[in-house]
């Protein structure tokens, strides 16, 4: 039997340590780069608009899985058009993926500003899809009211009509409450 020796316990703790370690930053390594992802490819919000057949205010009536399996992220939902800013849209209902990465964020009794080539009474968006800003402050009830030139779909049926935006106009506030990919700082909306 050997005798207790610190400097020899240390060094094994140490050497132990150093492995649990190097275990420890390559699981993290792999575990980072397969939990990453990517932006989607989709059109910026100005370029929806500026593309868009269609461009309206909707409101989320209601939202559910499309099936009851357990692995299952597809959704759809009922939606309500309240003002139509362009085009005639006859949407009723929406589907959408809820994925983790590039999933959007999306609410019942939300308002919805949406910009779109589609048609039909089914909406389909797409992971990342940047077409819809959640306009909902618009229709909050404040005291006083708003006027219509602090409302955003103000701001998007000026902008339509080729008449100037209002000083300051930044659409990132909306656009972020529903886009799991903002555009970055700096980029035009």
């Known amino acids: ?3 207790f020796n610190p400097k020899r316990t240390l060094r094994r703790g140490s050497m132990n340590s150093r492995v649990r370690l190097g ?14 992802c990517s932006e989607p490819e989709v059109p910026a919000f100005r370029q ?7 461009v309206f205010v909707a409101r989320i009536v209601s939202i559910g899985l499309v099936d009851s399996d357990p692995g299952s992220r597809q959704i759809a939902g009922r939606i309500e058009v309240v003002r139509v800013l362009k085009g005639a849209p006859q949407f009723r209902h929406f589907t959408h993926n809820a994925v983790a990465c590039g999933g959007l964020r999306l609410a019942v009794g939300h308002y919805y500003l949406i910009a779109t080539r589609q048609d039909g009474a089914v909406l389909a968006l797409v992971r990342g899809d940047r077409s819809i800003v959640d306009v909902s402050d618009d229709y909050s009830r404040n005291y006083p009211p708003k006027r219509p030139d602090q409302l955003w779909q103000t701001d998007i049926a000026n902008y339509l009509a080729g ?27």
């Open 1 to 3: 039997m050997s005798a």
């Open 23 to 36: 275990v420890v930053l390559a699981t993290l390594l792999v575990c980072g780069s397969a939990h990453a």
């Open 48 to 54: 929806s608009l500026d593309s868009a057949s269609r």
């Open 163 to 189: 008449r100037q935006m209002r000083e300051g106009f930044d659409p990132r506030e909306i656009m972020e409450r529903v886009q799991a990919f903002p555009p970055p700082p700096g980029q035009a909306w």
